[in-house]
């Protein structure tokens, strides 16, 4: 059953399909996030706020959050649905 991950605003996750979470301070992952938002490859879910973390995708894509990166994996950890409760399976 997949898991959906709430990353704040609204935005939501495949959990299994997160490779890594990151802070987003370091030179390295400074230019990973350019260069998928050169290839567009970036989603930004922070809705204009401060990145905080990056959750790097199994298809290379790069997803942008405004919650820590302890919170988000915590929420992987935890197994939290999405913020209604529902599974993938049961938004089909």
Not at 6 to 31: Q, W
Not at 41 to 63: C, F, H, P, W
Not at 65 to 70: H, V, Y
């Amino acid at each position: 059953m997949t898991q959906l991950i709430h990353i704040g605003f609204g935005n939501i996750v495949n959990s299994a399909k997160i490779i890594a979470i990151v802070s987003p301070e370091s030179a390295p992952i400074k230019r990973l996030v350019q260069n998928a938002k050169e290839k567009g490859m970036a989603i930004d879910a922070t809705q204009g706020r401060k990145t905080k973390s990056v959750l790097v995708m199994e298809n290379s894509q790069v997803v942008l959050s405004a919650l820590l990166p302890e919170t988000v994996a915590g929420r992987v950890q935890s197994g939290q649905d999405s913020p209604d409760g529902c599974t993938a399976e049961e938004l089909d």
